[in-house]
Each structure stands twice: as structure tokens, then as C-alpha cells.
């Protein structure tokens, strides 16, 4: 509630990437599935698609924890920035590790713009 919650009901905006990444794993874990869809713009799919895939994923997975391995640009006076991530899971009982190495960037490539999840680089 007082660190991602802020984010999550869009009282505050992620001030740099790594910012906005934890707070989507955050949201994944709590299901918020609106400001998973509000900060991935350029997802595959149509909104209502979007939502029964995530409702779907956020009920058939647990997170255990995530380490940010790396930043790179990103801050706060940045249009573009990467994070470097490992999240561990579970789905079904079975244990598993997401690294993933994600691009970030402002919002029409606005320095006033809300970060946004692009998508992985590796």
C-alpha cells in the first residue's frame, strides 16, 4: 500500500524504470491487472483479451521474490532505460525463474511522461 499502491491506483507515477519494474512485478503479484495493461501499451492482443490472459496468469502463478540484477540509464531525467531482473515464481506447485532483461521508456519521448514497459531485449 505505501510503496507500489500509490502507483497501482495512479496517485503517483514510477519516477524511474527500475521504479516502474518493481512495481509491475508488484502488480502481477496482486493482480492488478489494469496498471499492468496501462504500462505495457504495445502488448499483442485486444484490452478485453489482455485483461482474461493476465486474470488468468495472476490466478495460476505465485511470486516468491525479485532480485534486480542491473539498471542501466533510466532515471529520472531519462527518456529510455534498462533493468535487468530475476523473479521467482511458481505455477502449479513447480518453481521457476523469469530473468529477463527489460527496456523502458517516457511516454511519447516526453521527459514528463510516464515510464512504460517496451518489452524484453534478450
Given at each position: 500500500d505505501q510503496?507500489?499502491?500509490?502507483?497501482?491506483?495512479?496517485?503517483?507515477?514510477?519516477?524511474?524504470?527500475?521504479?516502474?519494474?518493481?512495481?509491475?512485478?508488484?502488480?502481477?503479484?496482486?493482480?492488478?491487472?489494469?496498471?499492468?495493461?496501462a504500462t505495457h501499451p504495445g502488448a499483442v492482443g485486444t484490452p478485453v483479451e489482455r485483461r482474461r490472459e493476465l486474470r488468468a496468469s495472476c490466478r495460476q502463478t505465485r511470486w516468491h521474490g525479485l532480485t534486480v540484477l542491473d539498471t542501466t540509464a533510466g532515471q529520472s531525467d531519462d527518456l529510455e532505460g534498462s533493468v535487468s531482473f530475476e523473479a521467482v515464481f511458481s505455477v502449479g506447485g513447480a518453481r521457476q525463474v523469469l530473468s529477463e532483461h527489460s527496456l523502458f521508456r517516457r511516454r511519447d519521448g516526453e521527459a514528463s511522461g510516464p515510464w512504460l514497459y517496451i518489452g524484453p531485449l534478450d
Open positions: 510503496c507500489c499502491g500509490p502507483l497501482h491506483r495512479g496517485r503517483l507515477q514510477a519516477v524511474t524504470a527500475e521504479q516502474l519494474m518493481r512495481s509491475r512485478y508488484s502488480a502481477y503479484a496482486l493482480a492488478q491487472v489494469e496498471y499492468l495493461i
